[in-house]
C-alpha cells in the first residue's frame, strides 16, 4: 500500500494530498529511509514524520484497504513522540 494511502486511511493525516505533499517535500521516511508518496508500506514497517518542530514514530501492525473510524487506530503503535525545539522549556 502507498503510504499517503496509509496515512490517509489510519487517520495519522486527515488528508492524502497533506500526506503527498509531505512524502515528496522528504519529511517522511520508512524504515529510516526517506521516501516518496508512492513508497510501499507493509506490515512490520517504521515511519517517521517530520511535521513542523514534531518528529512521530510509528510502527506498522496491519494493512487494510478500508477502515472504520474506530478501528483506525489499530493500524499501528505509537513507538515515540518528540519536538526538535521544545518552546514551553524556552521560557
Known sequence: MRIDKFLKLSRIIKRRTVAKELADQGRISIN???VKS???VGSNDQVEIRFGN???TFKV???QDIVKKDEAAD?????????ENDREQES
Not at 493500524?75 to 519536538?83: A, F, I, P
Open 75 to 83: 493500524l499501528y503503535e505509537v513507538v515515540s513522540e518528540t519536538y
Open 32 to 34: 529510516d529511509k526517506v
Open 54 to 56: 514534531k518528529v512521530s
Open 38 to 40: 508512492s513508497a510501499n
Open 61 to 63: 501492525l496491519k494493512l
